[in-house]
């Protein structure tokens, strides 16, 4: 008798501590700031949890092709220093074919003891999308860095996307949930726009992380931009975050 109430209380202890990981875990949405009911959604779970230097297969929606991502990171004597590359393939059977190839490098003095002492370099990632003579430019730019912070400061960034035909896009980075107004230091998500206008932006939505195009653009050759603009930023979220 002693033995099955030991049994009984160790069964219900352990599902107390377990419950809160498990039936109680709820991702939150990225809160846009912007009504995206309708959009065209895009999962990005396959980029997720792969290893570096391998080439993976890509396939999104309407689109395929190939992906290698590359992260590596160093420090010495307090400072350090975080490189990452990726080269994609994209395949659309509309747009045809299309090479992407990003790259940051951010230097930085490591954390110590909860206070941060960072560097700020001119741009911190770049993507260049090609195809034929058609050129797109995808630059992130640095949040900006207190010269003293105790603990980590919300890194607010600003993007800026050239297009081919010379239009200028703007992304932002988003750093709240829906249902909580606390801003999270790392960005929960990226929104593009032109102007007021928003068109695009990746994040958590309905419970899935997605690249979203707005669709006031479906259907016209700007959805293609702004997905290749979001895929670019999905690697960007993908790799700021130490290896």
């Known amino acids: 008798m002693i033995r099955m109430h030991l049994t009984n209380i160790l069964f219900w202890v352990s599902l107390m501590t377990t419950l809160p990981a498990t039936a109680f875990f709820k991702v939150a949405d990225t809160n846009f700031e912007e009504d995206f009911a309708g959009a065209t959604t895009y ?88 195809s034929g003579e058609q050129t797109a430019v995808l630059v992130v730019l640095p949040y900006k860095k207190p010269k003293f912070s105790m603990g980590p400061p919300v890194e607010n960034r600003k993007v800026i996307i050239t297009l081919p035909d010379g239009r200028e896009l703007q992304g932002s980075s988003l750093h709240s949930v829906v249902g909580n107004k606390r801003k999270n230091p790392k960005p929960v998500g990226y929104k593009i ?44 979220s993908k790799n700021d975050t130490k290896s």
């Open 43 to 130: 999962p990005t779970k396959s980029l997720l949890m792969k290893f570096n230097f391998k080439t993976q297969d890509l396939n999104i929606g309407p689109y395929t092709g190939t992906w290698k991502n590359r992260k590596s990171s160093s420090s010495f004597m307090g400072f350090g220093k975080s490189k990452t590359s990726t080269d994609i393939t994209l395949v659309h059977d509309t747009y045809g074919t299309w090479t992407i190839f990003c790259s940051g490098i951010k230097k930085e003095i490591t954390n110590q003891y909860g206070m941060t002492f960072e560097r700020q370099g001119a741009i911190d990632y770049q993507c260049v999308m090609q």
């Open 193 to 236: 726009s032109d102007g007021a206008e928003a068109l695009g932006a990746i994040g958590w939505f309905e419970k899935k992380k997605v690249i979203l195009v707005d669709s006031d653009v479906a259907n016209t050759p700007d959805e293609h931009l702004i997905f290749m603009s979001g895929l670019s930023l999905a690697f960007f």
